[in-house]
């Protein structure tokens, strides 16, 4: 018999999405927050409220308080709940779901209520019109779960080199991706055109999305006035956008519980199998930047627990800050490029918007309404941070499972054990290889400096290197990777020529 205390379920999921322009009318993080539980606790029960036990917030760059969470739990009227502010990452929400399903999995029987938003278009509004914004604020910075990173995922070589921002990093990835698949510049930007659109075709039917225009592969990949090149091969309509209003919430508790608070066994989305780790942490750090073994190994544990293959899935909601991102992880599961499932029920972190570390909560919330809506059986989410580099995977099924869940067991360690670490050097001279590169333009369109990864030693180490405007031209007019290159130190770090 199931123990049905010790299955994981999802069983409300809200979004909301703030279309009010004038920043002193507009809500703060913690009015989206309660909206989106609003409508969480009207899909979960009457009886929900009253039994959270567990408040999980999402991490919000939109908020300047030093302990966010107990102000939310006061605005809902949650009293005697465990409180915690999240770290930052795409990762954060199935991972936030991850927690809470080991929590049910001990049988503890936790009512846990996940929530996030971000406010960062009317941040920015306000800003560029001067106004103050009267929102709840407090000094510090919350002590967050699990703990910041102090380095956001870079390596000291890399900061030198300029490579901080995601739009540089996914670039790298990207032509990496392009040279494994044996595609020139031409090939690759069509492919990447024809992927997105299936992207912005479901933001666009989405009611949700902060950009609802429908755009073809050929406007969403080709460089225009309109639509700039940020860096080489990514106009801007390939990169996430982050300035958005929204909201998103989801409650995870057990099956029993659901059933007690009047919900329908097919009123739930299971949790039938989760798993999350982290790649080798630093991008340059990694033999190929273009795979994810990590990633690899999370989805493979995750079905297993589920007792289901990646045949059975009839969805996917992918992470979508770049299409390198959504490259990626199709990939690793083993996806043809032609595969029709679905890849997002959500519609990308640029089309339907990329509030912060909260995207995921959305991926979540629509994961439940997809599966109560009968269209399948399975569905997989993915979530990821930083640069490739956090993973968490969840496996949501409509049908109640034969038996409880079991928890990964000692996953991170087996991923490592089998993990090579290139070492990075901060100075290198001579010849070496491209591993990947990418170019960021002015706003002009002009293309500016380069920046690459290099392979130096014969493959056994890895540096990071510029490059000047000329040599920029010839790497956006053709596949550069595997090309040589000789490297010189300068007092701006290693620059690399063309040889």
């Known amino acids: 018999m199931t123990d049905w205390t010790r299955v994981p379920v999802v069983v409300g999921g809200g979004q909301v999405t703030n279309r009010q322009e004038d920043p002193a009318a507009a809500p703060d993080p913690f009015d989206l927050m309660v909206q989106a539980t609003g409508l969480t606790l009207s899909g979960a029960g009457s009886a929900a409220v009253a039994d959270i036990d567990h408040l999980w917030m999402v991490h919000s760059l939109s908020l300047r308080h030093g302990d966010p969470a107990p102000v939310l739990a ?9 409180t915690r502010v999240s770290g930052m990452g795409g990762n954060i929400p199935q991972w936030l779901v991850n927690r809470a399903a080991e929590l049910v999995a001990t049988g503890t029987r936790p009512r ?16 560029k019109l001067g106004i103050e914004l009267d929102w709840p604020s407090a000094p510090g910075w919350p ?35 392009a040279h494994a698949a044996g595609r020139g510049p031409e090939a690759q930007r069509r492919a990447m055109g024809e992927l997105m659109a299936r992207f912005n075709a479901v933001a666009a039917a989405n009611p949700l999305s902060w950009f609802g225009t429908r755009r073809d592969g050929t406007e969403i990949a080709t460089a225009t006035p309109d639509n700039r090149m940020i860096c080489f091969p990514y106009p801007k309509y390939c990169n996430a956008v982050m300035d958005v209003d929204m909201g998103a919430a989801v409650i995870v508790t057990d099956a029993a519980t659901a059933r007690a608070w009047g919900l329908a066994p097919d009123e739930v989305a299971y949790v039938g199998g989760w798993a999350d780790a982290h790649e080798v942490w630093y991008l340059s750090e990694r033999e190929q930047v273009h795979t994810a073994p990590g990633l690899v190994a999370c989805a493979r544990s995750a079905l297993g627990s589920a007792g289901v293959t990646m045949d059975d899935v009839g969805a996917f909601d992918l992470y979508a800050c770049f299409p390198s991102s959504i490259e990626v992880a199709r990939d690793s599961f083993g996806l043809a490029p032609d595969d029709p499932r679905p890849l997002t029920l959500t519609g990308g972190l640029q089309y339907h918007g990329g509030p912060g570390s909260n995207y995921v909560t959305h991926s979540v919330a629509n994961t439940l309404d997809w599966l109560r809506a009968g269209h399948g059986d399975v569905a997989l989410v993915h979530g990821n941070g930083y640069f490739l580099t956090k993973q968490a995977v969840g496996v949501y099924t409509g049908r109640p499972p034969a038996a409880a869940p079991a928890p990964p067991d000692g996953l991170q360690e087996r991923i490592d054990a089998h993990a090579t670490t290139v070492p990075v050097e901060s100075s290198a001279a001579g010849p070496g290889t491209i591993l990947a590169y990418t170019v960021t333009y002015e706003r002009d369109g002009r293309p500016g400096d380069g920046v690459m990864i290099v392979n130096i030693g014969e493959g056994r180490s890895h540096t990071v290197a510029r490059t000047d405007p000329a040599t920029s031209g010839v790497l956006v007019s053709e596949d550069a990777v595997g090309a040589a290159v000789t490297l010189s130190p300068s007092d701006q770090g290693n620059v690399a020529r063309l040889t």
């Open 74 to 82: 006061g605005r809902l009227g949650i009293t005697g709940a465990e």
């Open 112 to 127: 846990v209520l996940i929530a996030g938003a971000e406010a960062l278009a009317t941040r920015r509004r306000a800003r």
């Open 143 to 177: 002590e967050t779960w699990p703990p910041l990173e102090p380095d956001v995922g870079t390596h000291p070589v890399e900061r030198e080199h300029g490579l901080v921002q995601a739009t540089t990093m996914y670039a790298l990835i990207e032509s990496a991706l």
